[in-house]
């Protein structure tokens, strides 16, 4: 048990519409990133909030967007969905900044399909 | 940026062997480098971390060793179980403002009984 819970586990989507992932860390986890694995591969950075700001995005086009709430929930949304979004995507913590070093946990993940 | 190369991709061991999973990154700044296991269908699952500061690490069958110099680190398990079969990710945290973990392509461990 990570502390790490998201939401939906499994949703399916009609390519052009939007999707909203959601993710609830443990009290006092100020980072949280955000992962897309696709099948047979490693998880790939999307982007990182800390204490309710972006700080660090990967290889992501705009229409991947996020929030993070300061009650530790955080959202990831995307826009204009396309078939190569279809991916596992995975939401992770920590308590402390992401380059402290600090254990990183990660969600149960959710798996989006889109058609 | 960061990049972290891992070998071999697939790894096929017989029960009781030992099973060995090298990792190489590209930034000599980066300080923590996380393994993770992951099972088919399944979140990955921390199963042995080290930091910068530390040369081996430990934890039963399960250990990891960094060579900073050489920039790379190496997940050992001992005496392999069925139950090791999984797909193992290494991954390096790059000593930046704003960014998390960089994960290697991983490999598919299988032990056979």
């Known amino acids: 048990e990570t502390g790490v819970t998201q939401s939906p586990t499994h949703l399916i989507k009609t390519r052009g519409q939007q999707v909203t992932l959601r993710c609830s860390s443990q009290?006092?986890?100020?980072?949280v990133s955000w992962y897309q694995q696709a099948l047979g591969q490693g998880p790939q950075f999307i982007f990182q909030?800390?204490?309710?700001?972006?700080?660090g995005r990967g290889n992501f086009p705009p229409r991947f967007s996020g929030l993070q709430f300061p009650n530790y929930s955080s959202e990831l949304n995307v826009n204009a969905l396309e078939l190569d979004d279809s991916a596992l995507y995975l939401c992770?913590?920590?308590?402390?900044?992401?380059?402290?070093?600090?254990?990183?946990?990660f969600g149960e993940g959710s798996w989006l399909t889109v058609v | 940026g960061e990049n972290v190369e891992q070998h071999p991709s697939t790894l096929s061991v017989q029960e009781g062997d030992s099973a060995v999973i090298k990792c190489t990154y590209s930034d000599s700044a980066s300080n923590y480098f996380p393994w993770y296991k992951q099972e088919l269908g399944k979140r990955p699952q921390l199963i042995i971390d080290i930091r910068s500061n530390v040369g081996e690490k430990k934890d039963q069958r399960i250990a990891v060793t960094l060579n900073k110099t050489a920039k790379h680190f190496s997940l050992h398990i001992t005496e392999t179980q069925p139950e090791d079969s999984a797909v193992y990710f290494c991954?390096?945290?790059?000593?930046?403002?704003?960014?998390?973990?960089?994960f290697g392509k991983g490999t598919t461990l299988s032990v056979s009984s």
């Open positions: 009290s006092g986890h100020n980072t």
């Open positions: 992770a913590s920590s308590p402390g900044g992401f380059n402290s070093g600090n254990t990183i946990y």
């Open positions: 991954a390096a945290t790059p000593n930046q403002a704003g960014t998390a973990l960089i």
């Open positions: 909030y800390y204490r309710e700001e972006e700080n």
